[in-house]
């Protein structure tokens, strides 16, 4: 009885010192500084592609298509031949008195392209009978090739005339265009005002193709931004924060307000940075409210 206390003080002697201080524990991590620059918010909207202009070629005179120049989807110019006719009076005397030369009915007809542009529909060819005013084909000019686009009559106050946008196709082509009208009614259903956009392009697009046209919804030059690796945020996205270091080893929580997004950037609107901070960009997931880094990348 005497003896087992004496050794219970004797292997308690032997704990090691210090057992209780906590283990600092240095997290690798990858740093960014606070950049200027500038950034603009975009707002999209739909669209499609139509040409403004379309001519409706139509025959001059009652007879016979002898011959078609032309197909659907055909690129023409203004003065190029179109459709060669012969009359039914030319046609029915041919067939009697072919070898009689007094009778020569062999002069052409030719209808030609009133304006440079597309064969968008062609409605008639070769041996077709047509009569005196009937539509041939349909002529879109190339130079009225413009989209159609459809904005929400609250947000048209961003559609201003003259402003600049980007057009993106959907063979991922983008392109650059001008808002250049806008049309005076309102579709009744869905309360959507529609603006003329002109592309800057000599590519021929089809006609009715569904686009998203791309316009400045907020701009602001040279605001301070970080990458938006830095930025951090709760699950239900109110809260932001960026982990700052105060010096080489011990990084620190400050809760931020973002602005404009664009790209990888984010705009920090609020609390004022300096370009000497550096904000953790890798290694910053689940860090507490104060941690000890250690910088891998500068």
Not at 79 to 104: C, F, H, M, R
Request: charged share 20%; hydrophobic share 40%; net charge positive.
């Amino acid at each position: 009885m005497v003896i087992l206390p004496l050794l219970l003080i004797s292997c308690g002697s032997n704990t090691p010192k210090g057992s209780d201080q906590a283990v600092k524990v240095s997290t690798p991590v990858a740093v960014k500084s606070i950049e200027n620059a500038d950034v603009r918010e975009m707002i999209s909207f739909n669209a499609v592609s139509t040409f403004q202009r379309k001519n409706s070629v139509k025959a001059n005179i009652t007879g016979y298509i002898e011959k078609s120049f032309i197909n659907q989807g055909d690129i023409v110019k203004i003065g190029q031949p179109l459709y060669e006719v012969k009359t039914k009076e030319e046609d029915a005397v041919s067939q009697i008195v072919s070898n009689d030369s007094s009778l020569n009915f062999s002069r052409k007809h030719t209808i030609l392209s009133p304006s440079s542009g597309v064969i968008v529909e062609a409605t008639k060819q070769t041996n077709d009978y047509i009569v005196d005013g009937e539509q041939l084909c349909i002529l879109a000019a190339q130079s009225s090739f413009v989209f159609v686009l459809n904005v929400p009559f609250e947000q048209n106050k961003f559609a201003v005339i003259g402003k600049k946008c980007t057009i993106h196709l959907p063979d991922s082509t983008v392109l650059n265009g001008t808002i250049s009208g806008k049309l005076s009614t309102v579709d009744p259903v869905s309360q959507t005002q529609s603006f003329i956009v002109k592309p800057v392009t000599t590519t021929i697009w089809p006609e009715n193709l569904a686009v998203m046209v791309q316009v400045v919804k907020i701009s602001k030059l040279n605001t301070p931004v970080i990458d938006k690796s830095c930025v951090l945020s709760d699950e239900t996205m109110e809260n932001f924060w960026v982990m700052r270091l105060i010096n080489d080893t011990i990084a620190v929580k400050t809760k931020i307000k973002p602005g404009i997004i664009e790209g990888n950037r984010v705009e920090i609107v609020s609390p004022p940075f300096s370009r000497l901070d550096r904000i953790i960009s890798k290694g910053n997931y689940g860090l507490p409210d104060t941690a000890f880094v250690k910088i891998i990348q500068p």
